[in-house]
């Protein structure tokens, strides 16, 4: 099974903190959600197949979650730094973006 890496790194978290396996955590979910009243039958409808998505190296603007993803780091920190102007970005209204050429010059800085 292949998840987004915020969800893998969710995951590989979850299962050191609980000393337990990711097979484990996600064999233990599956089952205690899909033995809720509804179970499988609530997934009909749901979407499957193939996902389209612009990797994050090729977009030229990017959220606090894509920047997040590219610094392989937690989306609180990423938040933090841009609050405190440490990271090159802009806020638009409740929404923070940033020029992935603006970061990745500010990253080779000193």
Known sequence: MRLPRAEADRLDRAAARLGTSKGR????????HLEQPGGIDALKGAPVG????????ELEVLTLEQLASLLELDVDVVRALAEQGDL????????WRFSRSAILEWLGGD
């Open 88 to 95: 090159p970005g802009r806020k638009l209204g409740e929404e």
């Open 25 to 32: 955590i996600v064999a233990e979910l599956l089952a205690a």
């Open 50 to 57: 193939r996902h389209e998505f612009t990797p994050v190296q």
